[in-house]
Antibody
Framework: QVQLQQSGAELAKPGSSVKISCKAS????????MHWIKQTTGQALEWTGY????????KYNEKFKGKATLTVDKSSSTAYMQLSSLTPVDTAVYYC??????????????WGPGTMVTVSS | DIQMTQSPSFLSASVGERVTLSCRAS??????LDWYQQKLGEAPKLLIY???NLHTGIPSRFSGSGSGTDYTLTISSLQPEDVATYFC?????????FGGGTKLELK
């Protein structure tokens, strides 16, 4: 069965970086794009960007360019998101979500459990 | 960016009641509208994609409709397990954008 397993909570200092992971299993990793979504404690959801694991191609929300960097390790079926120059505004839960599609359209069908990133001095 | 506005922000309804949630886009999104349910402490869960396609395993009491800028999620008979926050998502344009959510509670 499809599973997305995310790394554990992070406590980081302002100005530092964190790299969170999303390990996929139960499907062919390179056949589905992986998207990343930020959710603040106020519950607002923001689409951050996506990566196509097969090609490594990426697309970012302009708001997160320079903030988020998406990579993959095909050998371990793991997607990564690095967040740099952290500020308290980056405090949020970050989800990875698989993008799938059929004849009727595309959708985020499987989501990871989320990784809580807290930025505090 | 396309702005997605959900209404109401909070909704209280009784078990068995028909519930309607709305999502309005700031421009035409050509039916590229999905609905997600998020329960407390969990990741969002796909309910409906492309306006009216029920995702696998989702109960038939959930349905979606709409076109252009206005979209609706309907729960035909509210069940206790439907207590959650519901988000809409547009996939017509980059960046993808979510609505602010409707929190659904039991009366």
């Amino acid at each position: 069965q499809v599973q997305l397993q995310q790394s554990g909570a992070e406590l980081a200092k302002p100005g530092s970086s964190v790299k969170i992971s999303c390990k996929a299993s139960g499907y062919t990793f390179t056949s589905y794009a992986m998207h990343w979504i930020k959710q603040t404690t106020g519950q607002a959801l923001e689409w951050t960007g996506y990566i196509a694991p097969g090609s490594g191609g990426t697309k970012y929300n302009e708001k997160f360019k320079g903030k988020a960097t998406l990579t993959v390790d095909k050998s371990s079926s793991t997607a990564y998101m690095q967040l740099s120059s952290l500020t308290p505004v980056d405090t949020a839960v970050y989800y990875c979500a698989r993008y799938s599609y059929n004849n009727y359209g595309g959708y985020f069908d499987f989501w990871g459990p989320g990784t809580m990133v807290t930025v505090s001095s | 960016d396309i702005q997605m506005t959900q209404s109401p922000s909070f909704l209280s309804a009784s078990v068995g009641e028909r519930v309607t949630l709305s999502c309005r886009a700031s421009q035409n999104i050509n039916k590229y509208l999905d609905w997600y349910q998020q329960k407390l402490g969990e990741a969002p869960k796909l309910l409906i994609y492309n306006t009216n396609n029920l995702h696998t395993g989702i109960p038939s009491r959930f349905s979606g409709s709409g076109s252009g800028t206005d979209y609706t999620l309907t729960i035909s008979s509210l069940q206790p397990e439907d207590v959650a926050t519901y988000f809409c998502l547009q996939r017509n344009s980059w960046p993808r954008t979510f609505g602010g959510g409707t929190k659904l509670e039991l009366k």
